[in-house]
């Protein structure tokens, strides 16, 4: 009987510890909820997983924000029946997987901390960001402006989004959550929608 | 050598030369033209309400990275509200090659094309081949802003009509034209762009008048009447002029999601012979769709 107790007990402090996870919200000036928002610990030890994907579906990127710990392999599957050339000019990772379909045979390697501003060759609008963090405790936001950073509770916490104006200070965690409030600019991204001229590449 | 020379063309050909996409693209709108027959004199113009339907569809073929065909097949229509013998289908095929100078947004990128095809209008007189070529230059600088350089030729190959002066050709819709032209595109907002362009037509245009209106059509053209015929759509002629035309347009578009949008635009063409002056307002609302 005791014996139950006792493991009962213990079943319930290791999931506590396991859930000890640090929730993070992100919000613009106006309040509104920012979603793709990449939350970071200054610093810290480990690693997280080593290989990840941002699919193409639909002739865009998806997901549009992701973060990786340095020393990630990213996989760039095509779902389309299309092809697409994805390629990347930022000083943090410059590489080009020119016309392609289905999955390359080589994933990418992201090395260096920074962001990474992904486009495609074919199709103007498609973007996505690759943000490369030099520690594993890392999250992003959902639609909720939510995100939890697993296996922390405190720390000095960062933010970075792509329609971020200039850089927000870390902000320090208490009791297991923060709240972060960034300021938004306009950022622009070429449209995809149709018009009488344009430059499609068609 | 040659062996080698082979090989290396063999190792360099890119493995993407293939079918790779399609183009599916439909629109259909209104239209308010002022001055449906070209007149030069303000009591012959007539204006009039359109509808307009087009559409386009064809396949991408991958050359090079850099490098694409088209193959595209055009419809273009539109049915007048009163007058219906300027109703009309054009039936065209297009190929197009359009090379990108490299990877990224703002490289240029070069357009070569050629169609041919038919339009067939209510007033059959008016029946026409039509051929055209030309290229495009484009290029992005901003993800706000792109522009476009273009030339083309265009040859209209109709029929002739009843003639009016024995010693004067009828084949009024015969026209040859040559088009020099830029526009620019501004995302005035996410989903709103903004088009302006300009664009210089040289050659020939045709011009419907009432038979008062001839004598005078004479008197300050004379020698530059190309061609004149019988055209009872208007209730005298038409005739075929020299000169050219400056063409302003202005457009703005909503984006509706990813594929469709509402288009507002507005055009204004001055012609001008030896002496005659010939404007044309025309002011077009569409909803466009493209897969
Ligand atoms: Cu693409």
């Not at chain 1, 901390?113 to 890392?138: E, Q, R, S």
């Not at chain 2, 050598?1 to 996409?21: H, I, K, R, Y």
């Not at chain 2, 095929?93 to 209008?121: E, T």
């Not at chain 2, 999601?257 to 012609?271: E, H, I, M, N, T």
């Amino acid at each position: 009987m005791l014996r139950i107790a006792f493991s009962g007990a213990l079943a319930i402090l290791l999931a506590s510890a396991a859930s000890a996870d640090l929730t993070v919200t992100v919000r613009n000036g106006s309040g509104s909820p920012v979603a793709d928002a990449v939350v970071y610990l200054a610093d810290g030890g480990g690693r997280s997983s080593t290989q990840t994907n941002i699919d193409q579906i639909d002739k865009e990127y998806v997901p549009y924000v992701t973060a990786v710990q340095k020393g990630t392999k990213i996989n760039f599957p095509n779902h389309d029946r299309i092809r697409h050339h994805v390629y990347s000019f930022s000083e943090a990772k410059t590489f080009e997987i020119p016309l392609y379909k289905g999955t390359p045979a080589e994933p990418i390697l992201f090395d260096k901390p920074g962001v990474v501003v992904l486009g495609c060759n074919i199709h103007d609008w498609m973007k996505a960001y690759v943000f490369v963090a030099d520690t594993p405790h890392f999250a992003v936001t959902d639609s909720s402006g939510t995100a939890r950073i697993a296996g922390a509770s405190g720390g000095q916490v960062s933010v970075w989004h792509p329609r971020m104006a200039g850089q927000a200070p870390a902000k320090a965690a208490s009791g297991g959550s923060v709240d972060l409030v960034i300021e938004e600019k306009r950022t622009w991204r070429p449209r995809r929608a149709p018009s009488a001229g344009g430059a499609t590449y068609r | 050598m040659l062996t080698l020379g082979f090989a290396g063309l063999a190792f360099s050909a890119p493995a993407s030369a293939e079918w790779v996409d399609w183009i599916a693209e439909a629109g259909t709108g209104f239209e308010y033209n002022d001055n449906l027959n070209v007149s030069a004199f303000r009591d012959d113009q007539e204006s009039d309400y359109a509808w307009l339907a087009a559409g386009r569809g064809g396949r991408v073929y991958q050359i090079t990275d850099d490098t694409r065909l088209s193959l595209v097949g055009e419809f273009e229509s539109r049915k007048q509200f009163d007058w219906e013998d300027f109703d009309r289908v054009k039936l065209r095929a297009r190929a197009s090659i359009l090379h990108k100078f490299g990877v990224g947004p703002n490289v240029p990128r070069l357009r070569v094309h050629g169609s041919g095809g038919y339009m067939w209008v209510g007033d059959s007189d008016r029946n026409s081949w039509l051929w055209e070529t030309g290229f495009d230059v484009t290029k992005r600088f901003t993800p706000r802003i792109d522009a476009l350089v273009f030339f083309k030729y265009t040859n209209r190959d109709g029929g002739s009509g009843d003639v009016v002066v024995p010693t004067i050709q009828s084949n009024v819709w015969d026209q040859e034209n040559f088009q020099v032209g830029a526009a620019g595109n501004f995302l005035v907002w996410e989903n709103l762009l903004l088009s302006a362009g300009y664009t210089y037509h040289h050659g020939e245009f045709d011009s419907s008048c009432t038979v008062g209106n001839v004598g005078k059509v004479f008197d300050r053209e004379g020698d530059n009447v190309k061609a004149i015929a019988v055209n009872n759509v208007f209730g005298g002629c038409t005739y075929r002029l020299g000169g050219h035309v400056h063409q302003a347009s202005v457009n703005l578009n909503y984006g509706i999601g990813d594929r469709w949008s509402v288009d507002a635009g507005y055009k204004f063409l001055q012609g001008k012979a030896d002496v005659l002056i010939y404007r044309t307002n025309v002011a077009t609302l569409s909803v466009l769709f493209r897969y």
